[in-house]
């Protein structure tokens, strides 16, 4: 099933969804940069084949949602729209609700988590962009938001497969501007270091062998902070930086449903 949500600025959300009878759980799932919600269809049916409603958006730019293509503004007018999403999800009235973030998606639900503590029962982030790769740190020297025209084509992937992939994929990002970089790391950094206050359980998952985010320190600092006892860090050494896409990628799913299901059903 999907859905259109409007936002308060009149963007329009895509969001897919599968709702299983009786589900009193609900998880809301945000992709990754250049990605859409589409590219979560093994984790969406893990979830629904679980009794766990499952609802993916696709972030403004990206996918079927509009906005500006492959440019994100700011990052509080994303805070914004995943709030719309998550006050429709709610009125639904399921017993918990979570938030599953992958990457920028994972930045995203950090950062929505620590500003809308009651409205998250639990968190789930995969390689999540809580810092600066070495690769982007010129980003935060740089005047970014006078760059929004300004495009850096995707050249890399961490297999030929995903990069065969994302080139088929018609709702995929094959470009992105250097502000949405900009406003991903520099202002979405500086926010996160601001307001960051998860007191949740979290569920925290990340590959030995990521090549964007190779710095397991951060995460541990990063897991470190987290308000809650109730939380979980798992590394992968087989694993790169799509935790749910790549090799071994049904047991990490596995992993994150009886995680969930242990502590929420």
Known sequence: MEKIIKTIDNISIYMRYNIPQNAKIAVLVIHGLAEHSGRYHNLINGLAKNQIAAFAMDIRGHGQSTGI??????????????????????????????????????????????????????????????????????????????????????????????????????????????????????????????????????????????????????????FNKINNPNKKIVCYPESKHRIVHNVNADAHINDIIEWIKCNFC
């Open 69 to 222: 293509h492959g440019d994100i503004q700011d990052i509080y007018k994303v805070i914004n729209d995943i709030d719309c999403v998550v006050e429709e999800i709610k009125a639904m009235n399921f017993v918990k609700f979570g938030i599953f973030g992958h990457s920028m998606g994972g930045l995203f639900a950090s950062l929505y988590a620590s500003l809308y503590k009651d409205k998250v029962d639990f968190l789930v982030l995969t390689s999540p962009a809580i810092y600066t790769p070495d690769k982007y740190k010129i980003i935060n020297f740089i005047p970014y938001n006078l760059l929004h025209s300004l495009k850096i084509k995707k050249r890399h992937n961490e297999s030929q497969a995903l990069m065969e992939l994302d080139q088929q994929d018609a709702f995929a990002l094959h470009s992105y501007s250097i502000r949405t970089i900009g406003v991903m790391f520099h202002q979405g950094g500086k926010a996160l270091k601001k307001y960051l206050n998860i007191t949740c359980p979290t569920f925290l998952a990340y590959g030995e062998k990521d090549y964007l985010l190779s710095n397991k320190e951060e995460f541990i600092d990063f």
